[in-house]
T-cell receptor, first 109, second 112 residues
């Protein structure tokens, strides 16, 4: 099984940078995913890491260290529309995806 | 391009009733899954399927049944609804279990 931890809430100012950390314990690692979920809506895919290192996609970047069981999602140049819940999820070799409880990010003007 | 379609969007049931939540995808994805989302607990996997005719249990399968007779459809059945099953249910699909999943809009289910 998986044990996935991420902070419950974070607050930042518009235009700033926020880093959301995720730690996990797993057997049979098969990728780490980040999803964004606005209130009342479905999760949408943001980024995916299967190898160690940094993946950059525009204002969003995700980092993975498999040896440390650690990932982070970096949100740059924050905009009001980035206020949402960010979900860390770990895939395993038995085709299951386990989610953390999510981090609610509030962007203030 | 519909993606993943879930019906109904909202449903209220009485304890003991049964019902089926529908999920269909038009992307020819082999992998489909059902999650429930409760406040403070994140998404929890109920059942999943790696292809037509193949299903398996996730983290919280009790009280739910699934079947996968076609690639497109993956219905979730509540056998005898209980208040503890009040939740938001999401269906998702992907090419395989190791790829990013596409989620439906969810079904908000209340059991009285």
């Amino acid at each position: 099984g998986q044990n996935i931890d991420q902070p419950t809430e974070m607050t930042a100012t518009e235009g700033a940078i926020v880093q959301i950390n995720c730690t996990y314990q797993t057997s049979g690692f098969n990728g780490l995913f980040w999803y964004q979920q606005h209130a009342g809506e479905a999760p949408t895919f943001l980024s995916y890491n299967v190898l160690d290192g940094l993946e950059e996609k525009g204002r969003f970047s995700s980092f993975l260290s498999r040896s440390k069981g650690y990932s982070y999602l970096l949100l740059k140049e924050l905009q009001m529309k980035d206020s949402a819940s960010y979900l860390c999820a770990v895939g395993s070799n038995d085709y299951k995806l386990s989610f953390g409880a999510g981090t609610t990010v509030t962007v203030r003007a | 391009n519909a993606g993943v379609t879930q019906t109904p969007k909202f449903q209220v049931l009485k304890t003991g009733q049964s019902m089926t939540l529908q999920c269909a995808q038009d992307m020819n994805h082999e992998y489909m899954s059902w999650y429930r989302q409760d406040p403070g607990m994140g998404l929890r996997l109920i059942h999943y399927s790696v292809g037509a005719g193949i299903t398996d249990q996730g983290e919280v399968p009790n009280g739910y049944n699934v079947s996968r007779s076609t690639t497109e459809d993956f219905p979730l059945r509540l056998l005898s609804a209980a208040p503890s099953q009040t939740s938001v249910y999401f269906c998702a699909s992907s090419w395989d279990g190791g790829r990013p999943q596409h989620f439906g809009d969810g079904t908000r289910l209340s059991i009285l």
